[in-house]
């Protein structure tokens, strides 16, 4: 019996197959040889007060292909003859560090480095959690979301998030609904109730009935609390003109804040290559440095760790140009203790506004790196730096 068209075509697959791994063994052969004869070395960057370090130059003396710590600040460089060597670490605005090691053959070594800055970063800037011309109106809000009835949407939150539209910030919570009517228009349920709830804006009764939830811009909301059913409705939200027994959702804005720049975050930019062709400057490059202005950008303390006592520190790096303003893809975040830390601060320097640094009677593109302290308590002091 002759093979159909399918068998021979599995025919042709399997010896293709076992043709490419006829191909690939001998290729493959010198790889795993080598990895028997060479070893590697892996480890984070921190600095002197626990902060990851990225974009941090690692290399071996003599060996292997140089590399750089990543955002969480880990670094691995494979291929070093087994034997004594010597890891080097350099990194703008921190001193170089070299550490002696021992490689072994066909295995790994974890190797944990710590960076010590130089005095070329700009003044601290201390961040606490001060008050909010807005604070007062937000009491209420803050003191029943401590009691952890209801469903509270945080602008710490919503900071997180990558949509901007209102009904993705009701969308993860239990008993949400959301429904799509004739025209497009958006709304939402809670608990299977089979009318709208009553919304509440500042404080206020808005709508009882459907509402187009896009019609709320989501960047100008500072919280948003949700009740869905009676007996978990606070006396402030029970209207004297009923509407409540389908929930309350109740929205609270944002103060007007000053217009930000564009800063996004940025790794394509080199800026050792910058500093060679003299592009930019450092701040011992310069006559006059550059200093930031008073008050241009102070970031809110988040909220989730200021309550929880956690401090910390973020420094931030990026270029100031010749109007004082930071360029926009230069800017990196250097170390950072948490996180949360590092998205406010990255937020604030949006406001940021220096005093360019001046070389020669010119204004001029320098090199900044800006501390920034988390404080939870208006009694702790900037640490200092060991340097």
């Known amino acids: 019996m002759r093979d159909g068209p399918r068998a021979r075509t599995n025919k042709s697959v399997v010896c293709i197959t076992r043709g490419v791994e006829l191909i690939l063994i001998p290729l493959l052969l010198p790889v795993i040889a080598l990895a028997q004869t060479v070893g590697s070395v892996r480890g984070v960057v921190r600095d002197s007060l626990g902060g990851v370090v990225s974009s941090a130059h690692v290399s071996v003396t003599g060996a292997a292909i140089p590399t750089t710590s990543d955002s969480a ?47 070329e970063q700009l003044a601290p800037v201390q961040v606490r959690r001060r008050p909010e011309v807005y604070d007062s109106r937000l009491a209420g809000f803050n ?32 008993g949400v609904s959301m429904r799509t009517l004739r025209g497009g228009v958006v709304t939402v349920s809670l608990r299977g109730a089979r009318c709208a709830p009553m919304f509440y804006m500042d404080g206020f009764p808005a709508i009882s009935g459907p509402m187009d939830l896009d019609m709320i ?22 209207s004297v003109v009923g509407g409540e027994s389908c929930g309350v959702i109740a929205v609270w804005s944002r103060p007007t804040r000053p217009r930000k720049q564009r800063i996004d975050q940025s790794s394509d930019v080199d800026l050792e290559k910058l500093l060679a062709s003299r592009a930019v400057y450092t701040s011992d490059q310069v006559d006059d440095p550059a200093r930031l202005t008073s008050g241009s950008a102070t970031p809110i303390y988040p909220d989730s760790l200021w309550r929880a006592g956690v401090g910390g520190r973020v420094v931030a790096e990026f270029i100031v140009d010749p109007e004082g303003l930071i360029e926009p893809g230069s800017l990196r975040i250097v170390s950072a203790t948490q996180p ?22 010119k204004p001029v593109r320098q090199i900044v790196q800006l501390p920034f302290v988390f404080s939870p308590d208006a009694r702790d002091t900037i640490p200092q730096s060991h340097n």
């Open 73 to 119: 600040g880990a670094f691995r460089l494979w291929g070093i003859p087994p034997g004594s060597a010597v890891l080097e670490i350099r990194r703008l605005g921190y001193r170089p560090t070299s550490i002696p090691v021992t490689i072994a053959a066909g295995s790994e070594l974890s190797v944990d480095v710590d960076l010590a800055p130089v005095p």
């Open 217 to 238: 811009d989501l960047s100008g909301v500072e919280g948003i609390e949700v009740y869905a059913g009676m007996s978990s409705i606070p006396a402030e939200f029970m």
């Open 143 to 174: 003191e029943r979301k401590s009691k952890h009835v209801g469903y509270f949407v945080t602008r710490e939150k919503l900071d997180r998030m990558s949509s901007a539209r209102f009904v993705d910030a009701l969308r993860d919570m239990p």
């Open 340 to 361: 949360y830390f590092a998205s406010a601060v990255t937020g604030a320097l949006g406001t940021a506004v220096f005093r360019a640094g001046v070389l020669a009677g």
